[in-house]
């Protein structure tokens, strides 16, 4: 909602959400997971690696923390090229340790590159808690050393997420440098299927839920305001059919042809 055509959106596996909010089909996300002809990727990504130039959005990236390093690139050939583009690079707080993060941080300030750096720190990096890795869980610090502002943002109330990005993007859209968006937000689910998450107990995650959750947050306030049960009701169904064709278009959309093998693969 803070973007205008042309800025750029990267990020790391953790994309499909991303995707869909950038304006990019379910059919194409759909279809990309199942790696089908059809998908943003044609079908050679898969879920990890999802791209859309149209949309500028760079990716889907499995390498754990090298969205930033590129991202810095995006911000790079924005200042390069003299145009007002912002770029976003989105990581998370076990990304947030990686040494290339800081190698970026330090170009980014240094050459007044317009990049938003916004570290999703849902608690868990795998299986790790936020508490046993990091000496500085205060993840909007973490530019402090390289001049870089930083905010710490409650990542579950839409209204503060949208106001604390137009303020990060209009930092950088004047010419200011990077600017850092801590999201605090939460990992309901295992980190992949093979996760059963022993490490944190139900009742944790069921509290997260029960009090803040971004959705029923916003379904709270509709209902405290002038929406009626029977319309969200309405855009739940509307929301079902667009899943329900789009994991439709992906069942029936053929794999990628053999030929396809090495088409795509450098651009
Ligand atoms: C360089 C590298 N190291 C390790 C991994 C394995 N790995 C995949 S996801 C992940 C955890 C990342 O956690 P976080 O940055 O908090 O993102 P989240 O999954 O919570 O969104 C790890 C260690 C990897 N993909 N790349
Ligand atoms: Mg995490």
Known sequence: MTLKPGDQVITGYRDHGHM???GMSANGVMAELTGRRGGLSKGKGGSMHMFSLEKHFYGGHGIV??????GTGLA????YR???NVALAYFGDGAANQGQVYESFNMAELWKLPVVYVIENNRYAMGTAVTRA????DFSRRGISFNIPGKQVDGMDVRAVKAA????????RAGNGPFILEMQTYRYRGHSMSDPAKYRTREEVEKV???SDPIEQVRNRLLAGKVSEDELKKIDAEVRE????SADFAQKDPEPDPSELWTDVYR
């Open 134 to 137: 990091s000496a500085q869980s």
């Open 242 to 245: 667009i899943v329900n064709e």
């Open 82 to 84: 003299g145009n007002d």
């Open 76 to 79: 790079f050939a924005n200042r």
């Open 20 to 22: 869909l909010a950038c």
């Open 209 to 211: 839920r029960h009090d």
């Open 165 to 172: 990005g137009e303020e990060a993007v209009a930092w950088c």
């Open 65 to 70: 923390g090298a969205q930033v390093s590129l």
